[in-house]
């Protein structure tokens, strides 16, 4: 089993920046990609962004550019830096592991709460 601990979320002002982490823990060598997904009220969860240890990265078309995903494998943490927060960007963020030869998660964090707003 994988644990993942989520942290970093809050509140800012539309413009602002926030940095969320996510320590892994547990089983983590069967562990080869980690991201975000995001979820808004009344609306379906989203991937955000995703790394994978070959260093391939990807981002949904509306954080292109804002938000930057990287990890510390020293540190078996990945972490999610996002810039020039918008009030759409308002949501429950939860990262997530896949094992090894698994296309969909397998793992969830509990999630930490984002809000932009004036």
């Known amino acids: 089993q994988v644990q993942l601990v989520e942290s970093g979320g809050g509140l800012v002002q539309p413009g602002g920046s926030l940095r969320l982490s996510c320590a892994a823990s547990?089983?983590?060598?069967?562990?080869?990609?980690m991201g975000w997904s995001r979820q808004a009220p009344g609306k379906q969860r989203e991937l955000v962004a995703a790394?994978?240890?070959?260093?391939?990265?990807k981002y949904a078309d509306a954080v292109k550019g804002r938000f930057t995903i990287s990890r510390d494998n020293a540190k078996d943490t990945v972490y999610l830096q996002m810039n020039s927060l918008k009030p759409e960007d308002t949501a429950v963020y939860y990262c997530?592991?896949?094992?090894?030869?698994?296309?969909?998660?397998?793992?969830w964090g509990q999630g930490t709460q984002v809000t932009a707003s004036s």
């Open positions: 997530n592991a896949r094992r090894i030869l698994s296309k969909d998660p397998n793992y």
């Open positions: 547990g089983s983590i060598s069967s562990i080869n990609a």
């Open positions: 790394i994978t240890t070959s260093g391939s990265t």
